[in-house]
Nanobody, 116 residues
Framework: QVQLVESGGGLVQPGGSLRLSCAASGFTIYWYAMSWYRQAPGKERELVATITITGGITNYADSVKGRFTISRDNYENTVYLQMNSLKPDDTAVYYC?????????WGQGTLVTVSS
């Protein structure tokens, strides 16, 4: 079964850090550009970060530049999102996304809540 499973979300205080993981199964991420999206309550889903197949190029939303880092381990078939200096505005469900030659693949999401 082709799927992406996110983990690592939770409740964190402002200024804190979290590391999200996205484990792929049923396919290899080697051939896919990988991204993280997020959707806050009452808002549209937005692109947070993208990493190319080789990992050589990364792109970030302006709102997270300098605070978030996307990375991939093709051997572990996993993508990560390191989130530092978290703000209440980062509160959202975070989704993993794989884009290749076929249909895109989405994970089920993991909730990140930034609150004191």
């Amino acid at each position: 079964q082709v799927q992406l499973v996110e983990s690592g979300g939770g409740l964190v205080q402002p200024g804190g850090s979290l590391r999200l993981s996205c484990a792929a199964s049923g396919f290899t991420i080697y051939w896919y550009a990988m991204s993280w999206y997020r959707q806050a309550p009452g808002k549209e889903r937005e692109l947070v970060a993208t990493i190319t197949i080789t990992g050589g190029i990364t792109n970030y939303a302006d709102s997270v530049k300098g605070r978030f880092t996307i990375s991939r381990d093709n051997y572990e078939n996993t993508v990560y999102l390191q989130m530092n200096s978290l703000k209440p505005d980062d509160t959202a469900v975070y989704y993993c996304h794989a884009r290749g030659s076929g249909s895109p693949i989405w994970g089920q999401g993991t909730l990140v809540t930034v609150s004191s």
